[in-house]
DNA sequence: GATGAATGAGAATTCATTCAT
DNA sequence: TATGAATGAATTCTCATTCAT
């Protein structure tokens, strides 16, 4: 029996990059097609892969959805997470969320805009592993800071959804407008996190 | 060739109660499978009619859909609305529309919950002309209220999507809670939005 | 609710007709190509119907084989139970199953032909409930002459399987050859299971 | 690339340790998974090879079946035809043959037992070159045996099939009871051949 | 020779939609 | 209008086989 010790050659760049090669086509065909309307087909035409190649490395296109989803949320994770740890107070918690969120939100768009296309009846909210993990990674955070007095003794729950909620509604009306205007969001949605909508004394 | 024989006691099907059985068997189906595994078959299954019965009354299982949806909203709508024109302050725009809303979704859970079935991987939410329209409706008591002073000069597209965004999120979060306690979703939002997290003094 | 009372009209005749002509081309299929190399699509081409129209009355390829089976064995047992239930002798049960089967193959050869076509490689044999079926009411009456004392005591398990496996065989031979002679392979059979092959004194 | 560090204590396989690995999963496989359901990836999946490689041994599947029934019939025909070269009469040649056959059967189950898995509906019978031939010996054997008068005067190619449809045919049922029996098996086989089932006087 | 990923033809199956009854 | 079988395009997925490494 022979022990096998993989180096790096030119078969692992080409699964490598094949792997690439499906998820980017992926992106852009959910993001024209809307996710429900989008087949593997579809997928793997917008390749220059062989239809089988496909299942060498994902069992449908919900496998490679997610896969997409868990790149997109590994990128943004550890931003949005920074900027809670860091956050001295409650302004820099909310704030730092927000902003990180909608810049990321303005950059990646075909990420976040993956859908709202079939027949613009559905909207279609990414929720993969990574996603899930970044919503409980923000209610673990506002737990914490909720203990530590950082924030006032809330529903943590509640208060998670109020945030994803807005930012991935607010992200949405964003990217609809023309510049499009992360620092204007960003504030809009600190603003009424902070201070709500009653004036202040 | 069939021979149909009426039976006494059990009515013909009109139209309209074909309509509605259909629309009910979508609104079943849909919440079960949710939008996308859902085949017109599946719907056609559930009622005790043809298949081709179903394209006298729908184009598709998207046409479906919007009929269901706008059936829910049509509910809903003018109860929102009546709550809004009949506020006298801000405090009761609030309070009155997550209030009115949180009551409906914990009565009507099926309508809401159309989905989160595929794979778990999406969430797909209610976009319906009539839906469409309630946001609309929405955005227009917004500014009607900024402009009577109610609100606060704030950007109504923002402030729509903010509402909008809580609602559905916060309205999932309750539903997964036992019980289910559409106060304590409408309190926690309306807070929020009144007097944000930062402690007045 | 209408109760519907089936009247036999173009549709059930249709029903019926098409049902046959799919059985009937995976006759001549199954004949040409072998049972293994045969696929649905084979089939279907061998109509003048549509691809899908197969599966409104198959679910498969086995399901399509044992109904052709179903309807040969259907055609074939209560012959060849009529024959030994007539039986008064040893000689009659013997005879006439034999006569009976080696006719029945002679006249209906596509039938006991499926097969033997995979590259030669292979024999694929009957064994549809109808046939299998047929070889429990062989051994069922063989217990019964054993026990009437029309047959000897001998192992009834062991003796259908003898003659089973003898018609089978002896069948192919018999086919194989120009003419085709029912009546010799009988002959030969049945002086076999009479007799013996160690000459009488 | 990889590297390959050959582990001593294990030494490399060799070509004729490859084609026997490919011939022994073969085995393994068609036992139980019947020869139409199986695929060469299942073969390969049962070795520690590389698909490719299965291709610098055998060409397909049935290349592969043919090898294994050819080893088999390798095994058994030379006993076979022992026996019956070595027969002084009838009695020593149809109880030699049935005896050595029965013996086999029992001891190589899994080779004779190559199917009956495709849905229960089918069973295959091995007819690789060898088994073939050894069929052909057998009549060969028969008409040298009629020939010399060792055994009546009758047809060589209908003696030869009801040998070998009682010899596979009660092998099967043989296999099928606990425990198996060779010897009550060809006790039956060989006093039918014998003396038929007609009593003598 | 061995490897195992890529290939792409082709199989099974589904399903929206049509249309004769 | 209701019915439900027929249609066939479209989809998913498998698998034997090739071939660069």
């Given at each position: 029996?022979?022990?096998?010790?993989?180096?790096?050659?030119?078969?692992?760049?080409?699964?490598?990059?094949?792997?690439?090669?499906?998820?980017?086509?992926?992106?852009?065909?959910?993001?024209e097609l809307g996710f429900g309307a989008t087949t593997v087909r579809?997928?793997?035409?917008?390749?220059?892969?062989?239809?089988?190649?496909?299942?060498?490395?994902?069992?449908?296109?919900?496998?490679?959805?997610?896969?997409?989803?868990?790149?997109?949320?590994?990128?943004?994770?550890?931003?949005?997470?920074?900027?809670?740890?860091?956050?001295?107070?409650?302004?820099?918690?909310?704030?730092?969320?927000?902003?990180?969120?909608?810049?990321?939100?303005?950059?990646?768009?075909?990420?976040?805009?993956?859908?709202?296309?079939?027949?613009?009846?559905?909207?279609?909210?990414?929720?993969?592993?990574?996603?899930?993990?970044?919503?409980?990674?923000?209610?673990?955070?506002?737990?914490?800071?909720?203990?530590?007095?950082?924030?006032?003794?809330?529903?943590?729950?509640?208060?998670?959804?109020?945030?994803?909620?807005?930012?991935?509604?607010?992200?949405?009306?964003?990217?609809?407008?023309?510049?499009?205007?992360?620092?204007?969001?960003?504030?809009?949605?600190?603003?009424?996190?902070?201070?709500?909508?009653?004036?202040?004394?």
């Open positions: 029996m022979n022990v096998r010790v993989p180096v790096p050659g030119k078969r692992e760049q080409t699964k490598v990059a094949n792997r690439e090669a499906i998820i980017a086509a992926a992106r852009k065909v959910f993001a579809d997928i793997i035409r917008a390749t220059d892969l062989a239809s089988g190649t496909f299942y060498n490395y994902f069992k449908s296109k919900e496998e490679v959805f997610e896969a997409l989803q868990d790149e997109s949320a590994l990128r943004i994770r550890p931003r949005l997470r920074a900027e809670r740890v860091r956050a001295r107070n409650i302004e820099e918690f909310i704030a730092g969320t927000f902003e990180t969120f909608f810049d990321y939100v303005a950059q990646d768009r075909a990420d976040f805009h993956v859908a709202r296309k079939n027949t613009d009846i559905l909207r279609v909210r990414m929720a993969s592993q990574q996603v899930i993990a970044g919503f409980e990674e923000l209610r673990e955070d506002i737990k914490v800071a909720v203990d530590s007095g950082l924030l006032p003794r809330l529903d943590p729950d509640f208060l998670t959804a109020a945030m994803v909620g807005v930012a991935f509604e607010i992200g949405e009306m964003m990217l609809a407008r023309d510049p499009v205007d992360p620092k204007a969001a960003a504030e809009f949605a600190t603003s009424l996190f902070l201070n709500g909508l009653r004036p202040r004394p």
